[in-house]
Nanobody, 124 residues
Framework: VQLQASGGGSVQAGGSLRLFCAAS????????MAWFRQAPGKERVFVAG????????KHGDNVNGRFTISLDNAKNTVYLQMNGLKPEDTAVYYC??????????????????WGQGTLVTVSS
């Protein structure tokens, strides 16, 4: 599967953005999907995940209640709705997929397929 991430941009604190991860090659219902982010000088960390068919979602503690991951099987796209953005949310956001597991994984090494990343910048 090939993943194409988009939707990043610059926004002021308190604003919202919606990230898109469009897939081609195979249907996303075969994959566990996730968003990770990497801030400058820091490791890539888990943001949110959704299991196959989008029945279960998990969100990282730092974004819980502000970000929402969702899966549209008809459009073969995963979304990350980000509300209440903070300067510390500034990072490159990556979408990832794995077909080796049926449950959401929190570590990047469990994911096989990656999008190219999209930059989110939040100013104070």
């Amino acid at each position: 599967v090939q993943l194409q991430a988009s939707g990043g941009g610059s926004v002021q604190a308190g604003g919202s953005l919606r990230l898109f991860c469009a897939a081609s090659g195979r249907t996303l219902s075969n994959y566990v999907m996730a968003w990770f982010r990497q801030a400058p000088g820091k490791e890539r960390v888990f943001v949110a995940g959704v299991n196959r068919l989008g029945r279960i979602t998990k969100h990282g503690d730092n974004v819980n209640g502000r970000f929402t991951i969702s899966l549209d099987n008809a459009k073969n796209t995963v979304y990350l709705q980000m509300n209440g953005l903070k300067p510390e949310d500034t990072a490159v956001y990556y979408c990832a997929a794995t077909d080796r597991y049926t449950s959401i994984q929190y570590r990047e090494n469990f994911y096989t397929y990656w999008g190219q990343g999209t930059l989110v910048t939040v100013s104070s």
